[in-house]
């Protein structure tokens, strides 16, 4: 019989542990349906009871009673909340090609493993009994729950090690503020009137409107190549910005880097995944007061601070501003300043041909499938095209900005030599994916379950002594709380960025769980060396109205598809 801890924190996670575990083996098999509800809800009434009789002794047995069910109530809600919790994970993206249930079978496995992971020997121990008692309780061990059962146990002896050497303890000199709230100097800026129209469901005008994006398009990858041809090669040979004289600013292929001026002030504007919400991009854009400091830059660089916005991918999808309201605009954001601007490839921005028609990556895609049938198809292969041609990342000083994260141990190992291996086709594809896990070390076979792979604390420290970087800035995960610092030991920082979502944002569906996201955006302050995050709340609830977006002056004519 298991052994609660006599530290009531620890029996707490001791029970929330126990209680994931239950929920996995009772989704394992496929559906978690109520006998086995009932049967969980039963186990914690007994281990509630163990927990109360442990800690009790010789209690009046209505008093017993009065306990256990305080604590049984307690317990079921956590339960509730963890099996939720579960059941969103067959919502979220997966990659094209990849099964569902492959993926939350890999994510309930990864959070197996951290639970483990973090505790001692004695509770790593105990938390294995407990489910194999759970499992053997209905007197039939099913064969999905065996083999889960295995796979765990080898994956909790598995050996995992990263390059000491790469561990580079020099301090990082970030500093994080807390979140501010900023108003727009102006409420609106001419610059976005001209772009702010819905698609029209009239074949003739949405032709002539998909002729002038195709035009944007073309010349933002026109841009591109001009960029690229400058910095060609220059990475080969090369293993951090530190390498590159002071004042460089290249793209070579997929990789941006920046090696700042000593004295120069850098303020870097970074949003991350923006998902269709155009208000979010217009109302970060006006309260960071881009223009106009691009503009006080360009006439006294002198006297003002260089700004770059940085865009860290996943432009389309889930809102209802995809191409006509996020991608346009930051077409023409970067076709205006492109020295400025940096917009990086998301994993949404992947599309694939198949028998001469075009796919989205990612499932749902929405932004394609509302518009087949009235869009020009040979649009989409234009879109496709763009997508392949947006860089992945941008190296500044010792920040590293990209998507998702960190490529796996064994592609690494393999692959990497020095920064120009970022542009390795597995790399980047990686790079567009992953996602920290709160372990040390995340096992090889845990990373190969799935596109949406995990990497460990160590793995990511590693990653960023190889590349010369300390702090990294990535969107890709749906984080409610906006802005998250998800490592942070001094040495190594990482932070979690996501710039769409709001309750009242109708640039979302109504019943989007987006909306659930307080969106956020963070400006950093750099010179010489020193980085200072401020993160800000966004002030989409302004742009929500006619007077401030065009797009709120009409209804949409074509109905958005998921
Ligand atoms: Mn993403």
């Not at 940096?342 to 198949?354: P, S």
Request: glycine share 6%; net charge negative.
């Amino acid at each position: 019989m298991m052994v609660f801890s006599p530290d009531a924190k620890v029996a707490e996670q001791q029970m929330h542990a126990v209680i994931f575990y239950l929920t996995t083996f009772g989704y394992i098999d496929g559906n978690f349906d109520l006998s086995e509800k009932t049967f969980v809800r039963e186990h914690i009434k007994v281990l509630v009871e163990a927990r109360v009789d442990a800690a009790k002794k010789g209690l009046e047995a209505s008093l017993r009673g009065e306990l256990v069910n305080k604590y049984s109530r307690h317990f079921n809600e956590v339960f509730d909340q963890i099996d939720h919790q579960v059941r969103d994970l067959f919502t979220e993206a997966v990659s094209d090609g990849e099964d569902q249930s492959a993926f939350v079978r890999a994510k309930l496995k990864l959070r197996c493993y951290e639970i483990f992971k973090g505790f001692d020997e004695d509770n790593q121990r105990w938390i294995l009994a407990t489910v194999d008692e759970f499992i053997q309780a209905d007197g039939v061990v099913h064969d999905a729950e065996a083999l889960f059962r295995r796979e765990l146990g080898e994956l909790l002896n598995a050996e995992v090690a990263v390059d000491a050497d790469d561990l580079d303890q020099a301090t990082a000199p970030v500093a994080i503020e807390p979140p501010a709230k900023i108003e727009p100097r102006l409420p609106n800026h001419p610059f976005f009137e001209r772009f702010e129209h819905h698609y029209s469901a009239d074949k003739e005008v949405i032709q002539k409107q998909a002729a002038a994006d195709l035009d944007l398009i073309t010349r933002h990858m026109a841009k591109l190549d001009e960029q690229r041809s400058a910095g060609a090669g220059k990475l080969l040979g090369k293993h951090s910005a530190a390498d590159f004289a002071p004042g460089t600013q290249l793209l070579d292929e997929h990789v941006y880097v920046v090696n700042p001026k000593p004295g120069q002030k850098y303020e870097i504007i970074v949003l991350g995944d923006l998902h269709g919400c155009y208000s979010c991009l217009k109302a970060a854009l006006l309260q960071a007061d881009f223009f106009n400091k691009v503009q006080a830059f360009k006439k006294e660089p002198d006297k003002h601070p260089d700004v770059k916005l940085v865009l860290l991918g996943d432009y389309i999808d889930r809102g209802r501003f995809s191409y006509n309201g996020v991608l346009r605009t930051i077409m023409q954001l970067f076709l205006s300043v492109p020295e400025h601007v940096f917009a990086l490839r998301g994993n949404h921005e992947y599309y694939l041909e198949l028998n001469g028609r075009i796919y989205g990556g990612v499932r749902p895609a929405e932004a394609i499938n509302t518009l087949v049938g009235y869009m020009p198809d040979e649009m989409f292969a234009s879109y496709m095209r763009l997508f392949e041609a947006l860089p992945n990342m941008l190296i500044f000083d010792k920040t590293l900005f990209v998507h998702a994260g960190i490529p796996r141990d064994d592609t690494l190992h393999e692959k990497f030599t020095d920064l120009a291996s970022l542009n390795d086709a597995d790399i980047r594809f990686q790079m567009l994916w992953s996602d920290p896990s709160e372990a040390d070390l995340i096992p090889g076979e845990l990373q190969k379950t799935s596109a949406r792979f995990p990497f460990g604390r160590l793995q990511f420290k590693s990653f960023l002594s190889k590349i010369g970087c300390n702090l990294m800035l990535r969107g890709h995960e749906k984080i409610e709380e906006g802005f998250k610092t998800v490592y942070d030991d001094g040495h190594h920082v990482l932070i979690n960025l996501f710039s769409a979502g709001g309750k009242t944002n109708d640039d979302l569906p109504a019943d989007s769980n987006y909306r659930n996201v307080r969106p956020m955006a963070a400006v950093l302050h750099h010179v010489d060396g020193e980085t200072k995050v401020h993160p800000f709340e966004i002030d989409y609830a302004k742009y929500q109205d006619p007077a401030t977006n065009k797009f709120f002056a009409a209804e949409p004519e074509i109905e958005h598809k998921s």
